[in-house]
């Protein structure tokens, strides 16, 4: 979806470790195509595509693909040595478990361990043998790369049980929406661990070297906005409301639409961790980002895109999003 949206703590989180590695944040930001005075904006939202160049050109500028979050440098090339380990896989679960054998190799902060209880498949996430403290960041995008690689292994968003951290709720915990694509997600847990049904284990995996490589091209970025044609609720309201943001349907439409009742549809959205409302105004918002930043339109014709009758309704809105007005997000772009 080109207007997938990154919230302002996943820059200042790939940004942490730089300055003390001697790298300027500020040229990082412009040579992604951000603006630095975002950063002081608590709502702002950037681009998937700038938030990925971004990522990328600090992992290669660190020479760190866990971005200084590890007591030592993780070498560049890590992570397309696991990718080529596992492509001959048969099954997700003989990829889920060699992916695990792969980063016991590493004592660098985190280690990941393949279980299988019951009808319950579990990957623990666990502090390494160091004294090096791992942050939330850290375990966020171990455990973001290891679901949205397994997806990628097999073609589908593979849904999740539950996500247990064994942290106290961050503040950005409304981000763990998008993180793990609704699933639900407890803190305060005795572990650290992403669960799943053991079913999934046996999905056959359709992915070659051929598509691997070019998958490697752009592997944070795809991660990130791929789609794929099994979706869940929530996909399928926004794919809905993305198209007729101009007139959106309520509720009872598009619950016809999916053949559900209503209450059907919102208990279903609940338990992905979201709401009609919610879905609504994340596709306002990151249609609005993604016309300020790479289109000429007016501020009118994007409020109109966007499903907003006057555009002083429209910039309320956004300000309450990301803290300024349309006008002033687009200069500082």
Partial sequence: MRNISVGNYFIHAVL???AAHGLDSKQLLLAAGISPELLGQTNARVSAINFCRLQTAVMKEMK???????PSRYVIGTWTNMCYSVIHCTTLGHVMARYCRFYQMFD?????RFEINGDKAKIVFERGNTDHPVSE?????????FHRFCSWMVRRHLPLITVNLAYPAPAHAQEYRHLFLGQA???????????FHRSLTELAI??????LQRFLQHPSLVMLIQQYQ?????????MIVNKRLIDTPGIDEIAEQLHLHPQTLRRRLAQEGTTFNDVKTQCRHDTALYHLGRSNLSIENIAQRTGFSESSAFTRAFKTWTGMTPQDYRRRM
């Fill in 16 to 18: 942490s470790n730089a």
């Fill in 64 to 70: 760190d693909e866990f971005l200084g979050y590890g």
């Fill in 108 to 112: 660098w902060g985190l280690q990941l």
């Fill in 137 to 145: 960041y850290g375990f966020e995008l171990v455990m973001f790369n």
């Fill in 185 to 195: 997600v407890f803190f305060n847990k005795p572990r650290t661990e992403i669960i």
């Fill in 206 to 211: 359709e992915q070659n070297e051929q598509s």
């Fill in 230 to 238: 099994e979706k869940s609720w929530t996909d399928q309201v926004r």
